[in-house]
């Protein structure tokens, strides 16, 4: 009697131990059990009790319940940490109080479950340099520089950047040095996100070319934008807004003082797993005289040949409809170089 009041036992436990287990019944009626371990991108992450870890589609996924809370969040934004339970085709129910337990859910409403913690914002960017040292019926130097850094949280988004350029050719009857390019830029931007998409911008500007005569070219805009794409392989955004626009050129004993739009995009998309297209532009023509106007644009494709290392080929192409006097309306600079990310 004893023995079999034992045995009993033993079996009432076993059945009790395998009941503790989360299941997924899938589309066909088939049934896994084990445990859920998180869901992100449409994909299940899930300990099986046979086959281990494996990934499964949202998709083919008729119901599922834990015997444990988990955390999940649906799209319409709702979250909660509860038990799931199980429930009709391609629904789920919660364990709470019998109002919160008698509402269903949608499997394909869940967008995380125990979704990781996000990691801690920090600066990312890159750094690229590139050096040309000529010698023989040409002697010429030149240095070019580009650096970038950004900052991304959930509400704001920090931009600084800077490129550098200068090229000296020897003068062939005279044997002296001379400079044909001596040029430089730096910008910071703050963009405010009052939604997912829509944002707030504060974008100032500082440019400076001796070889066109620019002393310097002083820009700040405020505005708004909206982030049409944002992810690992595409990012695209516009904007609009007012800039003050100040220029002082060498040759000229006046300065040039406005304000205008400021019109402008970005644009970069992954085209292979380590190529990058990059690309912006800015577009400043002046309210009073729209014929007045500055532009800015540059495109640039990156090319890594390692986790950290690129090669890089950038075009920077500006268009000034009233320059300094006797220099060009257009001027277009080419950077070839080495760079690492951070």
């Not at 494996?54 to 979250?79: E, F, R």
């Not at 339970?85 to 789920?92: D, E, N, S, T, V």
């Not at 090229?167 to 963009?191: H, P």
Request: aromatic share 12%; hydrophobic share 35%; charged share 25%.
């Amino acid at each position: 009697m004893r023995c079999r009041i034992m045995f009993l036992l033993v079996m009432t436990v076993m059945f009790s131990l395998a009941g503790f287990a989360d299941e997924i019944k899938f589309q066909n009626g088939n049934i896994i059990t084990g445990k859920i371990v998180s869901l992100t991108d449409g994909k299940l992450l899930f300990n099986s009790d046979i086959a281990g870890e494996i990934k499964i589609p949202l998709s083919i996924i008729q119901t599922l319940s834990s015997d444990m809370p988990v955390i999940v969040n649906l799209k319409d934004g709702t979250a909660f940490n509860q038990r799931l339970i199980g429930a009709q085709a391609g629904r789920f129910s919660i364990q709470g109080g019998a109002a919160i337990g008698a509402q269903q859910f949608s499997v394909g409403d869940i967008v995380s479950m125990n979704p990781p913690a996000k990691p801690e914002p920090k600066w990312t960017g890159s750094i690229s340099l590139g050096i040309t040292s000529t010698h023989g019926n040409t002697k010429a130097e030149s240095v070019t520089g580009s650096a970038n850094a950004s900052k991304r949280t959930d509400k704001d988004r920090t931009t600084v950047s800077a490129d550098y350029a200068k090229s000296t050719k020897e003068d062939d009857i005279t044997g002296e040095n001379e400079t044909v390019e001596d040029w430089w830029r730096a910008r910071a931007k703050y963009d405010y996100f009052f939604s997912e998409k829509m944002y707030g911008y504060l974008d100032t500007r500082y440019e400076k070319d001796s070889v066109a005569e620019l002393d310097r070219r002083i820009t700040v805009g405020v505005g708004g934008g909206y982030q049409w794409v944002e992810s690992d392989d595409m990012n695209f955004s516009t904007e609009i807004g007012l800039a003050s626009l100040y220029e002082k050129y060498d040759n000229q004993t006046d300065s040039n003082s406005e304000i205008s739009l400021q019109l402008g995009y970005h644009f970069d998309k992954k085209l292979r797993d380590n190529i990058k297209f990059i690309n912006d532009l800015t577009y400043y023509p002046a309210l009073d005289k729209f014929s007045d106007y500055y532009l800015t644009t540059t495109a640039e494709i990156r090319a890594n040949f390692t986790d950290t290392f690129f090669t890089n080929f950038k075009t920077i192409l500006n268009y000034d409809a009233t320059p300094a006097q006797g220099m060009h309306k257009t001027d277009v600079k080419y950077f070839l170089g080495l760079g690492y990310t951070f």
